[in-house]
């Protein structure tokens, strides 16, 4: 009776740690791959704007592109928050994709804003994996230039 | 001496693993590389060498406990003692390395980085951390099993 429900026991201790090693190494791997591989090609991040002259308002579109270089789906997602200078958010955007091991997914941000009214930006990029199950995320906050769109 | 052999090479795995691998890892990375991983505690709340610290005392106190426990009887009350709290230093060790020296933060670490105006990185590993959890209560169980059948077994 001991040496089965010991035996049990330590299968099921073999098991979870198997389990623990698959887990964390598959996705801090594919999580961290993702990372540099879009980090590699964060020139090719582009901002596309267009300002209607009549009525201030700016459409501004932001293409992130994401390569997967892991060995998992990986659950990537990128947030734009335009804030004012007393930190109210004036527009927001974001998307999110699943890419799938050795894939390469462009996101693409939409925000639109009046001209003048944004001071900052609040920047976020995720990337899940394993079920969305672990992850890693940044978030930062960047002064936007102003030339382009000056207070009217 | 077969019992002193086992504890003696049991106790070696625990200094090996974490009080001579860590620190002979950081020693041996190419000089560089070596100030770029101490220059991580300027960025952030991440101190490389405290970790690196705390798991060769750790590794120590490991290495005393499994010792401690193939010295003794299965059935001695010392034994179980000696293993749970094996389990709860083992455990306590996974949750320090887990929240890159935070062990309060069971797997969600909040990393202010030093770098442009609030920014900050999120490691989410809480199903790790619950993984880890999960491990330790089942090699209670078996601890705690093998001392009571150890104990039945006990030869008057």
New interface residues.
């Given amino acids: ?2 040496r089965k ?2 035996k049990i ?2 299968a ?2 073999i098991v ?2 198997v ?2 090693l698959i ?2 190494s598959t996705s801090l791997f594919s999580i961290s791959s993702t990372l540099v591989g879009s980090l590699e090609r964060v020139e090719d991040v582009r901002f596309d704007s267009t300002m209607n002259p009549l009525t201030g308002v700016v459409d501004l579109a932001v293409r992130v592109p994401i390569r997967n270089r892991g060995i998992i789906e990986v659950n990537v997602s990128v947030a734009v928050k335009l804030v004012s200078a007393d930190g109210t958010v004036v527009a927001e955007g974001s998307d999110s994709r699943r890419i799938g091991p050795g894939e390469t997914e462009e996101l693409l941000v939409v925000a639109t804003f009046l001209r003048g009214t944004v001071d ?1 930006a ?1 920047l976020s990029f995720e990337c ?1 994996a ?1 079920f969305d ?11 936007t230039p102003t030339e382009g769109y000056p207070s009217p | 001496m077969r019992r002193v052999l086992k504890a003696v090479l049991s106790a070696s795995f625990y200094i090996i693993l974490f009080s001579i691998l860590p620190s002979l890892s950081l020693w041996l990375l190419p000089p560089e590389f070596k100030s770029y991983v101490l220059l991580i505690k300027d960025y952030t709340s991440i101190d490389v060498q405290f970790m690196i610290t705390v798991a060769l005392v750790v590794g120590l106190i490991l290495a005393g406990l499994s010792f401690a426990k193939n010295m003794t009887y299965e059935w001695s009350i010392m034994n179980l003692t000696v293993a749970l709290f094996s389990e709860a230093v083992g455990f306590y060790i996974s949750l320090f390395l887990l929240g890159l020296g935070n062990p309060q933060s069971m797997g969600l670490i909040n990393i202010p980085i030093n770098y442009g105006e609030g920014a900050t990185a999120t490691l989410n590993l809480r199903f790790i951390a619950i993984l880890d959890i999960v491990i330790m209560a089942v090699s209670a169980a078996k601890s705690v099993v093998n001392f009571y059948y150890a104990r039945k077994e006990r030869p008057a």
């Avoid at chain 1, 672990?134 to 978030?139: A, N, P």
Wanted: glycine share 6%.
């Fill in positions: 009776m001991k429900a010991s026991l330590s099921a201790i979870l740690y389990s623990l887990v964390s900052g609040d899940r394993f199950l672990v992850g890693l995320s940044f978030s930062m906050r960047v002064e």
